[in-house]
């Protein structure tokens, strides 16, 4: 039992090198207005262009140190000069991070993408991928991030196979358009929008297609886009294990996919991931997961609301470290159920805010992030600065 608050020279070496090693992708839509299929909720200042989506990412990095990329969503955030785009995120002191396929909103895609039974809408779904490739090589991306809407609500509406089928001819496609040092990496859902069967509802499906793609294809895993109940750190485990965990998505959901703010709903779910992750050294950049933010903001102003995510999955990893492993081993090895228990409750029910104050000093961060960027006054200059125009938003 941990009797006092941990301090950063209380870390063994090991792990206060995997704290140093981390970090997180914050999405470019996050700064934008989204909301519930009900109602979105504008907020002054909200960016209406992709630079100014970077610069307020870049808040996010300058407060918390850990979150150095942007990921972007096309054609959410199409501009003419990506060079440029991509030197203006220098600028601020963030890169440009994965690229986002949208093949879910255009009208041709009711009945699906890559599994369309059109021969032409496939077509252009596997065109619009082919020029989400030409944008990484502009930007420097690595990572080539698709999830599909495909899926169908009746039975009998299309024939199941023949769409595994095409959606595997699609993914071929796409992944030899790759260049050699650049991923594809295939997100799953369980539904939604489709109700009778989704194409890729599993992380079995998409491993199963990027198993036949190759090497370069990854699995992503979004916190909330699984089955209620579901163990989703023993699919961590399962994906790391094969080497196949491309990337990882945090939010929270109480319900389905509700892309709310990371260990918001279950904090100690999000330790469990972390401890999975952790446990393995699956922080080093070298291990190529992509640890990322896929969250909407409805309610909540947009940065803080990302700041807040990026302390949270810091707190989850900073206890997940904190695990006497060497105790753990020996309580499994023993069969102690109770001990073993304890070992890990010991490490979550941990202080760790004051160990992270110190890791932030350190680095000449703010020990206090949230309260740091409240009374920074952004939120007000660009509420001032950024009348006219159009607010971006989901489609925008």
């Not at 949208?102 to 020029?131: E, M, T, W």
């Not at 909330?224 to 023993?234: D, L, M, S, V, Y």
């Not at 260990?263 to 779910?269: L, S, V």
């Amino acid at each position: 039992m941990t009797e006092s608050a941990p301090r950063l020279a209380d870390l063994p070496g090991e792990a206060r090198a995997a704290l140093d090693a981390q970090t997180i992708e914050l999405p470019s839509w996050a700064f934008g207005n989204s909301g519930t299929r009900f109602k979105v909720f504008g907020t002054p200042g909200t960016p209406r262009d992709p630079f100014e989506k970077i610069a307020d990412a870049a808040q996010v990095h300058a407060h918390t140190g850990i979150a150095p990329r942007v990921s972007l969503h096309i054609p959410w955030d199409l501009v003419d000069d990506f060079d440029a785009l991509a030197a203006h995120a220098s600028e601020h002191g963030v890169r440009i991070g994965a690229i986002n396929s949208n093949v879910f909103q255009d009208d041709d895609y009711r009945l699906g993408s890559l599994c369309n039974p059109s021969a032409g809408v496939r077509r252009k779904a596997i065109d619009h991928h082919l020029r989400c490739i030409e944008v990484m090589q502009r930007t420097g991306s690595r990572d080539l991030k698709i999830w599909l809407a495909d899926g169908l609500n009746y039975p009998g509406q299309d024939d199941l196979r023949a769409r595994q089928d095409r959606l595997a001819e699609g993914l071929a496609e796409i992944y030899a358009g790759l260049g050699a040092e650049q991923r594809l990496i295939l997100e799953y859902k369980f539904f939604e929008p489709a109700f009778y069967a989704t194409d890729i509802p599993d992380w079995g499906t998409s491993l199963l297609h990027c198993l036949a793609l190759g090497e370069r294809a990854k699995v992503v895993l979004d916190t909330g886009h699984h089955a209620p109940g579901t163990n989703i750190e023993f699919i961590v485990m399962q994906l790391v294990r094969a080497g196949r965990l491309g990337a990882f998505d945090f939010n929270s959901r109480f319900y389905a996919d509700d892309d709310l703010m990371a260990g918001a709903a279950d904090p100690f779910q999000l330790f469990r991931i972390m401890h999975e992750i952790v446990r393995v050294g699956a922080l080093d950049p070298a291990s190529g997961i992509n640890f990322m933010l896929d969250e909407c903001h409805n309610i909540e102003d947009k940065i803080p609301g990302q700041i807040r995510s990026v302390l949270n999955v810091q707190e989850a990893t900073a206890k997940a470290l904190l695990v006497d492993r060497e105790a753990l081993t020996k309580a499994q090895a023993a069969g102690d159920v109770l001990a073993a228990n304890g070992v890990l409750m010991d490490a979550y029910n941990t202080d760790v805010r004051a160990l992270l104050d110190e890791w932030r000093t350190d680095r000449g961060l703010p020990a206090d992030p949230m309260r740091t960027f409240a009374e920074s006054g952004y939120l007000a200059r660009i509420a001032a600065d950024r009348v006219g125009g159009t607010p971006a938003g989901w489609g925008a």
